[in-house]
């Protein structure tokens, strides 16, 4: 989501890059979720680095995903079962480590057929295309053994079984009747995922508070000297030198390097778009469950609740346009028709349509004829920085649920270069608010309850907080003095945690709390009388004058507009 800088902010934004120090032994460009990884695992060995990003942290295609930390059951038809068993194992890390952010989520696989798929799945497992427009219930049995198989590390969640037609209309009444069964396996979904990123860095910086972590600053050059950032937010300008950089910028990595004076076409990238929904027969016909299916013209889909709305995706399309990339009409227009392949009687109409979020993938360049076949795997590419001996690692590729393990890699290949010995494991390294996080019902009533004990926060609200902070929610209600002030607009929120979250979460633009730090416009309650009345917040802690407050509130409008936010 491309904002513009803000020239009213000048005077007051610079002392923010002036104030940085001279070097760093590793710079990392790009504040995406494997920029904010390897930030934390590098200050957990106590590497001091720089984490710069043009605009918000997990602003990009980060904040566009499908919100799922998952195995990638549909890997397994190309043969890469390295990807789903290292992504296996991580997601059921990150539902020990993210309990707060990270849940289980059952899964419905819908069955057309019996045998359906059998030819074209060995055609593409043996690398060959081959149209997937049918999976029959053979292959799905087969895929989720396998899937179960790869699983088994860290297993923290059911096994798969397999449902006849009866029994799975018995369940989910509303699928389409002309189905042959179903099979029903576990995923994770990650409730908040910008918050999960910001986490990192704030776990990262109070490993190593000698690290530096800023938003809405570019690489604006390098050379013998270093790297040349400049805050977009004002005039500031430094140049700061690194023994090791890291382009981290997802889609962006080839701009990134062109900027650093190296040509390169590491980048594929592909749009893909989701809708959020506000259908009441769609989320109660779902019962808290996805269904993942593949339509029509073989691509994989999925449907499943998202923050009281539903979450529909998604598309994969050529993009050469990175800033410019926005869910078109007829993208939507294709995921309420998949929608209906598996829900025939259920009616998504325009109105319904609560925020479209769109994203260019990080793949690799591939033959962009067939984006589905590209792989999702992760990769290292390594450059110098003309006239130096300055090497770039671009992170190619990789997804949320891999990135602690693709930051390890990272992290470990940087340490070897720098004869540094790894301090800390991340693999049981809990994230944020994941600390501590009560792990079953009766801990979170004793942890709800002592929490309003000891603050002015009311049980109901000390239960939100957990669910929004995880154990994190502590440090919030301690700093309160007196009951919170609910927002007029937004009852959800309070005068007192936006104060909080501008303090507390490198806020720097409306636009971060509105879209990110917060759930309000995710959940699809951002109205103008919401923007405004977070706005007057904001900029009384920030020390916005009019002009500035005036083009915050613009700007995040537009960002809205973009978005396919209505505002009321």
Same mark, same amino acid.
């Given at each position: 989501m491309p904002e513009s800088s803000n020239p009213a902010s000048a005077e007051r934004m610079d002392s923010r890059v002036l104030s940085l120090a001279d070097h760093y032994p590793v710079v990392i460009i790009g504040g995406g979720i494997n920029g904010c990884g390897l930030f934390r695992d590098l200050c957990e060995q106590g590497v001091d680095c720089l984490l710069i990003d043009k605009g918000d942290f997990c602003s990009g295609a980060s904040a566009a995903s499908s919100r799922l930390i998952h195995g990638g059951i549909k890997y397994l038809e190309t043969g890469e079962f390295r990807l789903v068993r290292q992504s296996a194992e991580e997601r059921n890390l990150l539902l020990r480590n993210a309990p707060h952010y990270v849940q289980p989520l059952e899964t419905v696989l819908p069955v057309c057929s019996h045998f359906g798929g059998i030819l074209a799945s060995v055609r593409r497992f043996l690398g060959l295309k081959a149209p997937m427009a049918d999976r029959g219930s053979i292959i799905i049995g087969l895929g989720l053994h396998l899937y179960d198989f790869f699983g088994r590390q860290f297993q923290s969640l059911p096994r798969h079984r397999m449902l006849s037609r009866r029994k799975a209309l018995t369940l989910l009444p509303q699928l389409d009747p002309r189905i042959r069964g179903a099979g029903v396996y576990y995923e994770a979904r990650i409730a908040h995922a910008e918050r999960l990123a910001v986490e990192l860095l704030i776990d990262g910086l109070k490993a190593n508070p000698d690290s530096r972590v800023l938003s809405y600053v570019h690489a604006a050059g390098a050379g013998a000297e270093g790297i040349t950032v400049t805050d977009r937010m004002g005039s500031g300008r430094k140049t700061v030198s690194a023994a090791h950089i890291v382009?981290?910028?997802? =889609?962006? *990595?080839?701009? *990134?390097?062109?900027?650093?004076?190296?040509? $390169?076409?590491?980048?594929?990238? $592909?749009?893909?778009?989701?809708? *959020?929904v506000r259908q009441d027969e769609l989320y109660t016909a779902l019962a808290g469950r996805m269904i993942y299916f593949g339509s029509a013209d073989g691509r994989v889909n999925l449907i499943y609740p998202f923050m009281g709305n539903v979450l529909i995706g998604s598309t994969d399309i050529p993009e050469s346009d990175i800033d410019g990339a926005s869910c078109s009409a007829g993208e939507r227009d294709y995921m309420i028709g998949a929608m209906r392949e598996i829900f025939p009687s259920i009616v998504i109409h325009t109105d319904q349509i609560r925020m479209t979020c769109c994203g260019v993938r990080p793949l690799p360049a591939g033959d962009l004829t067939d984006p589905g076949a590209i792989s999702r795997d992760h990769s290292i590419a390594v450059d110098t920085i003309p006239g130096t001996d300055t090497e770039v690692l671009s992170l190619i590729g990789g997804k949320w649920t891999t990135f602690r393990g693709f930051a390890e890699e990272v992290a470990d290949r940087l340490l070897s270069k720098m004869a540094k010995p790894r301090l800390r494991g991340t693999q049981d390294l809990a994230i944020g608010g994941g600390a501590g996080f009560p792990r079953d019902d009766q801990a979170r009533v004793r942890f709800v309850t002592c929490l309003a004990a000891k603050t002015p926060l009311s049980e109901v609200r000390a239960a939100v907080l957990l669910s929004r902070y995880g154990t994190r929610a502590e440090m919030f209600g301690s700093s309160l003095r007196s009951d919170e002030h609910l927002l007029i607009s937004c009852p959800s929120y309070s005068v007192e945690e936006i104060r909080w979250i501008c303090c507390h /979460?490198?806020?720097?633009?409306? $636009?971060?709390?509105?879209?990110?730090? $917060?759930?309000?416009?995710?959940?699809?309650?951002?109205?103008? =009388?919401?923007?405004? /009345?977070?706005?007057? *917040?904001?900029g009384n802690e920030k020390g916005w004058d009019a002009a500035v407050m005036g083009e915050e509130i613009a700007s995040t409008r537009r960002a809205a507009l973009q978005q396919g936010i209505r505002l009321g």
């Open positions: 382009n981290a910028g997802g =889609a962006w *990595i080839d701009q *990134i390097n062109r900027s650093l004076g190296l040509s $390169t076409t590491h980048m594929g990238g $592909t749009k893909g778009s989701h809708l *959020i /979460e490198h806020v720097v633009r409306l $636009t971060d709390i509105v879209f990110r730090r $917060t759930s309000i416009a995710l959940s699809g309650d951002l109205t103008d =009388a919401v923007i405004t /009345e977070v706005a007057q *917040i904001v």
